[in-house]
């Protein structure tokens, strides 16, 4: 209710702007059962994008629920419904506009807002749910329906009694129309919808309904059902839409003759618009489940017919354009293949390429010729597109044909020593002048000199690219393969430690340049143990100084190898342990006594994790509150090594409570109550209950400090001395539940 309050507030100040919004274009209700009587329903509104002071969509959209059937649903309230909720607007993305190949349609844009929400609604066997968003207004220049400018729009969706106790699914439209529609073009648009229960469904077309509106610029009723924005939306029935007739209807949205149809079986609408202009439509898919109509879906949308342009584009594949010229180039290569990347292609029905060669005209009737020309030179041609037709274009063609080339080079190194690569050109041009050489080392470098000299960083197969360039410009590649694995010149290892504590696990990390895992490698760590990575981790789990070893072999075969003589030393270490008693403390006995079982340790620390910490071998603690506490242990070996062990103690809250066997209601000051006592902190729910020998209650209390005073609860009236039964319940701490059960002797 906050954003009504706010809402009011700014009406109240005189500074609101009541937003006409003439926007609306359609939109649809769906609903999916979820189970246990709650549904997800999804609200889809589409709104036109390019119309003069249109209104965004609303950032909340406000949903009326109302349950009833037939005839009652018109005493409902827009005041009482149901249940009220408001949306947030989740999306906003432009729909798709339709592909007219060889035809240019206007500019239309749509958009959809996307509201999706879960409502709980409890099972009734003999009343619908009638979930509602309404909206004013319609885009003024709709053709087939009186004063659009003034009629809003409902949207809805009826969960029957049926469907709620079937949990049924609504069935969901599978795409949204065509924004346009050109005129005189055939229609064919596929408006099923997919049923998750796999129910019958049946198509037609219906009117949309009204709601919202036409008052737009009144903020005492802009709220109600006249208003353009209900809030929330009015309850069922709902008028629909009035067509302008004789020439629209429901059945005939878009006038013409013959009119529009669809399939009442598939979904499909087909037809030929020929009168232009904005159209509303409703399109209504009832869902039958073995014989009876159990749900129905209906959405509402706007047809744009409209003049469009035939065009179709002519272009092939080329070089370069000059002047709206396509200039292909064959270096060396009398036989050109031209590509014809032409659209639409679906629309185009012919096709006619036509060069000059040597003074007569050469045809060819094929989508992608191969042209084969006598000599090199320049030829002159043109690709004509359905020739004589309103869909047709025209690509004019220069073809130049120059003298070959060929790209080449070779290359020279030491394949066992890191050092440069001496490359050489070899390439060959028949026009007799070569002007620029690309060279591509693959390693992310490159130079322009027509013999270069390179030194790779790292090892590895390169693909090495040389393209040239003639005075022409017609250009060759030529890619080698050159495997540049020569070995370190010296290998440099640096261990993550050289002096470490048992178990000693130690990064070996092989500084040595070039390698990489191509190389044949094999590591002796001293203790047997061995290892074939470029950087190995390795554990040491005996105590020793050890001699490490590494041997290298390149792909090309190239070796070397290097030993580092104690270049490992592993300490011992201790092994840390300690128990605890008691085994389970608790706020009552909230001490430990820590037990020592670490082995060949000179010094302890304790860390109680409470912030305190002692230096003790078997230190005392209490603990300050009850909890989980994290207790670590280090000890230290004379060697300097540490270990450390942590366990989880956990200090429960305890309650305990006790009751008496008698008590003296006398009034003499002693013993008067009958009330227990313990330690109840943290106890909650506590209940004490006490019935005579008859089985009648006489006393009961949820107060902890409240005793029996020996008289009659109800009544007042002393009870008499004997014996009576009392039942005391209470939950501790942590939710686990108490029951205590006990006598109480009255003694008078």
Known sequence: ???????????????????????????????????????????????????????????????????????????????????????????????????????????????????????????????????????????????????????????????????????????????????????????????????????????????????????????????????????????????????IGPTYSPTNPVGGNPAISIDPNTGIITGTPNIQGQFVVGVCVQEFRNGMLINEVFRDFQFNVASCDPTVIAQIASDELVDDEFVVISCGDLDVNFQNTSFQQNFIEQYEWTFDIEGVPTTFDVWSPLVSFPDTGTYLGNLILNPNTACGDTAFIQVNIYPDLDADFEFEYDTCIAGPVVFTDLSYAESGLITNWDWDFADGNTSTLQHPIHQYLIPDEFPVGLTITDINGCQDTEIKPLLYFPVPELLVVAPTEEVACVPARILFNNLSYPISEAYDILWNFGDGGTDTVVSPIYVYEETGTYTVSIDIVSPLGCQTDTTFFDLITVLPSPMAGFSYTPSQPSNIVPEIRITDESIDA??????????????????????????????????????????????????IPEVRFYLPNAFTPNYDGLNDLYMGTGVMIGATHFRMQIWNRWGEQVFETSDLLKGWDGNHQKTGQPAPAGVYMVLVTYTGPRGQPYVIKGVATIVR
């Not at 700014?10 to 059962?33: P, S």
């Not at 280090?634 to 300097?640: C, D, F, N, Y």
């Open 602 to 651: 000179i010094r302890w620390l304790y860390d109680f994790g409470s912030g305190r910490t002692s230096n003790l071998q078997e230190p005392v603690y209490v603990f300050p509150d009850t909890g989980l506490y994290q207790v670590m242990q280090v000890v230290t070996h004379p060697s300097g090594c540490k270990d450390t062990l942590i366990q989880l103690i956990d200090v």
């Open 1 to 243: 209710m906050k954003r009504k309050l706010e809402l009011a507030l700014i009406i109240c100040l005189g500074i609101v702007h009541l937003a006409q919004a003439k926007h609306i274009i359609g939109g649809v209700m769906t609903y999916e059962c979820l189970g246990n009587g709650r549904y997800e329903f999804t609200l889809k509104l589409y709104r036109d994008c390019n119309c003069t002071d249109c209104a965004e969509f609303d950032p909340f959209a406000s949903i009326g629920i109302y349950r009833c059937t037939g005839d009652n649903c018109g005493g409902q309230n827009q005041n009482n419904p149901f249940q009220e909720v408001d949306v947030q607007l989740l999306s906003v993305t432009r729909v798709e506009e339709p592909d007219y190949p060889c035809l240019i349609p206007p500019d239309v844009c749509v958009q959809e807002g996307l509201y999706q929400f879960q409502l709980d609604l409890p099972v009734s066997s003999t009343q619908s749910y009638h979930v509602s968003y309404q909206r004013c207004c319609r885009n003024v220049t709709i053709s087939n329906i009186f004063n659009p400018d003034q009629i809003g729009a409902t949207h809805t969706i009826e969960i029957t009694p049926l469907a709620q106790q079937q949990c049924n699914n609504s069935a969901i439209f599978n795409e949204f129309p065509p924004t346009i529609i050109c005129a005189g073009t055939s229609l064919v648009f596929d408006h099923s919808a997919t049923d998750a229960d796999g129910d019958q469904l049946v198509y037609s077309f219906c009117a949309p309904l009204q709601g919202g509106g036409p008052i737009t610029d009144n903020a005492a009723l802009y709220n109600t059902c006249a208003g353009a924005q209900p809030i929330p939306a009015c309850p069922p029935p709902y008028d629909p839409i009035v067509f």
